[in-house]
């Protein structure tokens, strides 16, 4: 029987749509021409006949006590007052007023071929004539088990009819979740310190995450699960959704005494963000979603369906340098020239010149928007660099950061009115600008003018120059962001303009890679992803904050998309002196790169980093495509980690202390993920040999822990437990798991 199927109910009274796909169903009821309800979200439920799904939908109704409202609740996956439903309300808005409660009838529910990547797809179509409005309800499901839904609300109001426009406040799509889903996960964070864990009990009443920043946020929720109480890595039932979009937006968990629990998403409107005149649409961001026993599973499905994007790197991952924390803003071919010599050396296939060559940026306080080489620092231009870099046999990379300007600079003085403000300007009233922020303000996309030179300098510069991969950076929040032509907020058009400017980009460039970066980690979501190649994790590339930082940005985003840098021995950023082992095995973990300045590196350092390239050279392909997983090690010093071979032949695991625990040793740690019936040869590994744990310092082995290691069956590994070894803290050793029968 096929674990995978989208199956349409209809008989007299019930229209239902089963999709399956991964381990995941996905049950809607469509009864009473009502917008969908979400029956069931979880858990395969195997192949059901027609009354099979009646009958689940039918056990399932509550018991209509306490309802503030005759009849039964519904609530659809926009929910409606006007279905009982007295939470959040999907769609709020009106006509200056009126038309502020909509009551929408579906007219039509069908399967639809599916976009690349995704497997189903249904598509609603509803409509409340009164208020003049229709509603398309989109909803994916990919062959990994992740579904995905946005909704379309449109005026269809007569252009004569002399009707108000209608004004979107908000528009959610939501997911429901049971009453056993009763604590939440999700993330805050802050520059330095992306994607902090933060739980709660999942109570009555609404969790609410909104980011107001205009960018993704470092402290947007990112990935928002709800779970059986202690939920883990491995354990506990979990439903996550995941809000794609990179401006204003919003994740919540609301749950009523109803007995009704749901997880939403949707934009952040401004007032009078979005008005829509007859005929015009306005489309909410997709919400992803997807369930799994454990945190790993749930990992495991937005991974694959993020590998299946049609435009998911192929290649392997190319180890990059990068010139920010080696240079900064010193650029000099001399200086950058001995620096790409010493990247090739070590084995970097990418040199990626940052902040610095353009304009009369010698820092921070000027030039964004200066897209011209700098004559000053580079008279040549780039040519002599990008031919030292061509000749060592690597891609040149270049930094950007398109969507901001300096006031002090030639842009800013040429169109004053480009720049993003609060209120409407004239030549002879400017208005006043928004607090700066890093010295720099917004470029106002939504402005067609400002836009159309963007595309061209940007399209020029990739044309003129041999550049196979852009970081493209976003280094502020959007203040007070509006189009200052007309006073009325921007950042929707900030977002949606962004998104067109790279696809226009890419479609002229298709072989140009592009990072998403944004002071650090704050622009990592699914929707920028859809159209760059990689985020970068973190301005912070300590070993011991990037633990956590690359582990918990790969809850959602697998590591191969994630930027990982191995820095300097003393981090730039929080001054800690760690050795190259631990940043190395730290980077592994992502798309390994370099950030420091290898013209001071010792022969011994380069060496030994030429080692790690070697190893990551030799690990890409699995750590790339395979699973990850994690033990749930209670002891919060240590922590294991790993990726294994989707056939579970080979395996790597990272064994991480980030500080002194109470335990001496350690006591034994499953190893999850391989197979109980395959025998595993388990053995250190190093780029040279086994990396010691502390014990073997003085001589006290752990037994096994030997170059050759042991055969050790797969269930023992998975049930007995590994001896590992004690570790200095931050420290950590890899392991390599490889099935031998
Ligand atoms: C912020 C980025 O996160 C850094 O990596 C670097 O590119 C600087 N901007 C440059 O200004």
């Given at each position: 029987m096929s674990s995978n199927g989208a199956t349409v109910h209809t008989t007299d009274h019930l229209s239902m749509i089963h999709l399956r796909a991964g381990g995941v169903s996905l049950l809607l009821d469509l009864d009473d021409d009502?917008?969908?309800?979400?029956?069931?979200?979880?858990?395969?439920?195997?192949?059901?006949?027609?009354?099979?799904?009646?009958?689940?939908?039918?056990?399932?109704?509550?018991q209509p006590v306490g309802?503030?409202?005759?009849?039964?609740?519904?609530?659809?996956?926009?929910p409606e007052q006007s279905a009982g439903w007295l939470g959040t309300p999907?769609?709020?808005?009106?006509?200056?007023?009126?038309?502020?409660?909509?009551?929408?009838?579906?007219?039509?529910?069908?399967?639809?071929?599916?976009?690349?990547?995704?497997?189903?797809?249904?598509?609603?179509?509803?409509?409340?004539?009164?208020?003049?409005?229709?509603?398309?309800?989109?909803?994916?499901?990919?062959a990994a088990g992740v579904v995905r839904q946005r909704a379309r609300v449109v005026s269809t109001v007569q252009p004569a009819a002399g009707r108000d426009p209608y004004t979107v406040d908000r528009l959610l799509v939501a997911y429901p979740v049971p009453g056993r889903a009763a604590e939440l996960l999700d993330f805050t964070g802050h520059h330095m310190r992306e994607r902090s864990p933060q739980r709660s009990p999942f109570g009555h009443g609404t969790h609410l995450r909104e980011s107001r920043r205009g960018r993704t946020g470092y402290d947007a929720a990112f990935v928002l699960a709800a779970g059986t109480p202690g939920f883990a890595h491995r354990a506990g039932e979990v439903w996550a959704v995941h809000t794609a979009w990179s401006g204003n937006h919003v994740s919540l968990a609301e749950r009523s005494y109803h007995g009704v629990g749901l997880l939403a998403g949707g934009?952040?409107?401004?007032?009078?963000?979005?008005?829509?005149?007859?005929?015009?649409?306005?489309?909410?961001?997709?919400?992803?979603?997807?369930?799994?026993?454990?945190?790993?599973?749930?990992?495991?499905?937005?991974?694959?369906?993020?590998?299946a994007r049609p435009r998911h790197p192929a290649s392997p991952r190319k180890v990059v340098v990068n010139t920010w924390e080696a240079v900064y803003f010193d650029h000099d071919l001399e200086r950058l020239t001995a620096l790409a010599r010493a990247a090739a050396r070590v084995g970097a296939e990418r040199f990626v010149l940052d902040d610095g060559w353009f304009g009369a940026r010698r820092d921070d306080r000027r030039a964004l928007g200066d897209w011209f080489v700098s004559p000053d620092v580079w008279p040549d231009g780039l040519g002599p660099l990008v031919d030292v870099v061509h000749g060592l046999g690597m891609e040149f990379g270049l930094w950007v950061e398109p969507e901001m300007v300096n006031e002090d600079s030639?842009?800013?003085?040429?169109?004053?009115?480009?720049?993003?403000?609060?209120?409407?300007?004239a030549p002879d009233a400017p208005g006043r600008l928004p607090r700066p922020a890093r010295n720099q303000q917004v470029l106002d996309l939504g402005n067609p003018d400002a836009a159309a030179w963007l595309l061209d300098r940007l399209d020029t510069l990739l044309t003129e120059t041999p550049v196979a991969y852009l970081k493209w950076d976003h280094n502020r929040d959007l203040v007070e962001a509006g189009h200052r032509a007309t006073g009325r907020p921007g950042v929707h058009d900030q977002t949606v303009a962004t998104y067109a400017l790279l696809d226009e980009l890419r479609r002229r460039h298709p072989g140009v890679e592009i990072e998403?970066?944004?002071?650090?980690?704050?622009?990592?979501?699914?929707?920028?992803?859809?159209?760059?190649?990689?985020?970068?994790?973190?301005?912070?590339?300590?070993?011991?904050?990037?633990?956590?930082?690359?582990?918990?940005?790969?809850?959602?985003?697998?590591y191969e998309l994630v930027g990982a840098h191995v820095g300097a021995p003393v981090s730039h950023t929080t001054d800690r002196d760690l050795p190259l082992a631990f940043r190395a095995a730290t980077s592994l973990f992502g798309h390994f790169g370099i950030e420091w300045d290898l013209t001071r590196a010792s022969e011994e350092e380069l060496a030994e980093l030429g080692a790690w390239v070697d190893l990551y050279k030799e690990l890409r392909g699995l750590l790339h495509t395979g699973t990850v997983v994690h033990a749930d090690v209670v002891d919060p010093a240590y922590a294991l980690h790993g990726v294994v071979a989707p056939d579970r032949s080979d395996a790597v695991f990272a064994w991480v202390a980030t500080a002194s625990s109470a335990s001496y040793p350690v006591p034994t740690v499953t190893l999850p993920g391989l197979d109980p019936d395959g025998v595993y040869r388990l053995r250190p590994l190093g780029p040279t040999g086994p990396v010691p744990g502390i014990?073997?310092?003085?001589?006290?082995?752990?037994?096994?822990?030997?170059?050759?290691?042991?055969?050790?069956?797969?269930?023992?590994l998975a049930r007995v437990g590994v001896a590992l070894p004690v570790l200095f803290p931050e420290r950590s050793v890899l392991l390599r798991a490889t099935r031998v029968r």
């Open positions: 009502r917008l969908p309800q979400v029956v069931h979200w979880g858990a395969d439920l195997g192949e059901l006949d027609d009354d099979g799904a009646r009958a689940a939908r039918d056990v399932a109704r509550l309802n503030p409202v005759d009849g039964a609740m519904r609530v659809s996956v926009v999907g769609l709020a808005g009106s006509r200056a007023g009126t038309d502020f409660s909509p009551s929408f009838r579906v007219h039509r529910a069908a399967l639809e071929d599916a976009p690349a990547g995704w497997l189903h797809r249904v598509v609603v179509e509803a409509a409340d004539p009164v208020a003049g409005l229709g509603l398309v309800v989109e909803i994916e499901q990919s934009e952040v409107l401004l007032p009078g963000e979005i008005t829509l005149d007859a005929g015009e649409t306005y489309a909410s961001p997709w919400v992803y979603g997807t369930y799994g026993t454990g945190l790993d599973e749930v990992s495991a499905r937005f991974h694959a369906t993020v590998r030639d842009l800013a003085r040429a169109h004053p009115e480009w720049i993003m403000g609060p209120v409407a300007s998403s970066c944004s002071s650090g980690g704050g622009r990592v979501d699914l929707e920028i992803l859809e159209r760059t190649d990689r985020v970068w994790g973190s301005d912070c590339i300590d070993a011991v904050e990037r633990q956590q930082i690359q582990g918990w940005t790969n809850l959602l985003v697998p014990a073997s310092r003085w001589g006290i082995e752990v037994p096994w822990w030997t170059p050759d290691g042991l055969e050790v069956p797969g269930v023992a």
